[in-house]
């Protein structure tokens, strides 16, 4: 994978010694909203200076204000199944942990745990599986699309299905580009390719190369809106980001556009997988502060999402590091919303439901979004990058906010949930461009009068 990711230049940039000069003029441009290379991200991530690394958390923030404005998108997991084939050390599913209970859901299970979701208010879900199905190819899954989407609580639906499945050829790519999911999202994992075999000893996901070339496949069959990140801990985290970039410029190279969003997990103790308990490569939360900072300047157009494997406080701080999407009120085992379910995937650093999380979003000065007009309205691939490149994204962004969070507050709220939402609309009304203004008081206003699911 040489001419992919370039093994031996990561190693020199990962030596490379920051000057306070360069660092502030690729600070600059990326101010402007302009994709940095590997090397410039390179220089960001060797700074330890206490003053320069205040200079790159405060160009963030700015980049990502400027971007997407103050929203944060949320969303829930749902694990489907807890199959799986491969043997992945940092894993509670990998195939080789007997002492787990094995369970796929029925269509019925399915429908069940989205209607749970959908009660707490959630209207963006990521599907997860293992990489093993309780029939043969991807009929599951497709079949766990339409019941997910066939779910309903009042008026309420899902209104975009991301997957977190395993890699397909063209043609599956194709199928699930029919079954209208939002994103296809998948992890590297890591990109050290000696470590990566290390770590993955058995099953189809041993293979570096076919899982490395899964979004080449998901762009050949149609899919335009992809997803990847990487599970940090499991190799040096300098090596893991500047081969993100590097797989960034060959898809950007190859098909025109990078990735929609960019995953940052850290690795979290998992049930009989004892090496997700040591990380080989520890990230300490100031490593991983930093590390979230440098990603939103490298690639100042994409999605950064955050997990609830992080802890409240360490998500807090996000914000202000440019992450724009988290999850909230999640489990990660099938069946784990409606009942006890099956085995989690990893340990949760954050417990809280979706109220919690979107009361505490507030009080940090944040605006809850559960958008999803980008995808219905076809601006997806390309055509979301023409709008989020030069930073227009932001006057669709805050408008669909607004409007979403106001249907939250009517249908799911708490009581003080609500009383801070409502505060805090006030102000962001203030915010919303002249020219949009009056549509979107009419949005506003139809919702409370009882319609749903407006955008623009």
């Known amino acids: 994978m040489d001419q992919f990711i370039p093994d031996s230049r990561i190693h020199e940039l990962m030596d490379r010694k920051p000057d306070p000069t360069r660092v502030r003029e690729i600070l600059a441009r990326s101010r402007r909203l302009e994709r940095l290379s590997m090397e410039e991200t390179a220089e960001l991530l060797a700074v330890t200076d206490a003053d320069l690394l205040h200079e790159i958390f405060e160009s963030a923030k700015s980049v990502k204000e400027d971007i997407y404005g103050s929203r944060l998108v949320l969303f829930a997991p749902l694990y489907i199944s807890n199959l799986c084939k491969n043997d992945c050390a940092y894993c509670a599913f990998r195939v080789s942990n007997k002492g787990v209970k094995r369970r796929a859901l029925s269509m019925a299970e399915i429908k069940a ?166 990380p080989p490569y520890p990230v300490s939360d100031d490593e991983f502060k930093k590390i979230i900072a440098v990603m939103r300047l490298s690639v100042p157009y994409t999605g950064l999402i955050l997990s609830t494997r992080e802890t409240p406080e360490i998500r807090a701080a996000s914000f202000d590091l440019g992450v724009s999407q988290i999850s909230a009120g999640s489990r990660t085992n099938p069946g784990g919303y409606s009942e006890d379910g099956a085995c989690e995937q990893f340990s949760l650093g954050d417990h809280r439901s979706l109220d919690e999380v979107v009361r505490d979003i507030v009080a940090h000065g944040y605006l809850p979004s559960f958008c999803t007009s980008c995808y219905r309205l076809g601006r997806t691939g390309l055509d979301f990058m023409e709008f989020a490149k030069p930073g227009a994204i932001k006057e669709k962004c805050l408008p669909n906010a607004l409007v979403t969070f106001e249907e939250y507050l009517i249908d799911y709220a708490s009581e003080e949930t609500k009383a801070a939402g409502r505060a805090l609309m006030e102000r962001k009304l203030a915010d919303v461009p002249d020219h949009v203004r009056l549509t979107v008081n009419s949005m506003l206003s139809k919702i409370r009068a009882g319609e749903r699911d407006l955008f623009m």
């Open 113 to 278: 745990e989205t209607e749970y979701l959908l009660k707490t208010g959630q209207k963006r879900v990521l599907l997860v599986s293992g990489e093993a199905y309780p029939r043969d190819g991807l009929e599951y899954v497709l079949d766990a699309i339409a019941t997910v989407y066939s779910a309903r609580d009042g008026q309420n639906s899902i209104r975009r299905l991301n997957v977190n499945i395993a890699p397909l050829e063209v043609a599956d790519f194709a199928r699930l580009k029919e079954a209208e999911v939002g994103t296809y999202q998948i992890f590297q994992e890591t990109y050290h390719e000696p470590t990566y075999r290390k770590l993955h000893t058995f099953g189809p996901k041993a293979d570096y190369a076919y899982r490395l070339t899964a979004i080449d496949r998901a762009f050949q069959g149609g899919l335009d809106d992809v997803g990847v990140g990487i599970l940090f801990g499991l190799y040096d985290h300098r090596y893991e980001v500047l081969a993100l970039m590097a797989h960034i410029e060959h898809l950007e190279k190859n098909f025109g556009m990078g990735p929609h969003t960019i995953s940052v997990p850290r690795l979290e103790p998992a049930e009989g997988a004892p090496l997700a308990a040591r």
